[in-house]
Nanobody
């Protein structure tokens, strides 16, 4: 299984970025997909998850209303649209996949991508 995350970069506070994560080696349409992030010197935190068909989405309180997770099962890709970015959103963002269908259980992810860096300047 390979997960390739990209789309990170430097953006000013209030700006937007869209992250993408392309998956291979997995039956994408049966996989729950998630985004996590790790800020410098901190533990990795859950950001968002989306169910197999995209019908259920779950967000961390810190990003609710600003971030949107989506997926395209024809392209084996999951996205994270990030709006109204804040300096505290600065982190390496990782995508992950699991066969567990639960989006609200933030554990149980089997495979992880390498991460893409998002830096939000004030």
């Amino acid at each position: 299984v390979q997960l390739q995350a990209y789309g990170g970069g430097l953006v000013q506070a209030g700006g937007s970025l869209r992250l993408s994560c392309a998956a291979s080696g997995v039956t994408f349409s049966t996989a729950t997909m998630g985004w996590f992030r790790q800020a410098p010197g901190k533990e990795r935190d859950f950001v968002a998850a989306i169910s197999r068909t995209g019908g259920i989405r779950y967000y961390a309180d810190s990003v609710k209303g600003r971030f949107t997770i989506s997926r395209d099962n024809t392209k084996n890709t999951v996205y994270l649209q990030m709006n109204s970015l804040k300096p505290e959103d600065t982190a390496v963002y990782f995508c992950a996949t699991k066969t567990d269908p639960s989006t609200t259980r933030i554990g149980g992810y089997d495979y992880w991508g390498q991460g893409t860096l998002v830096t939000v300047s004030s």
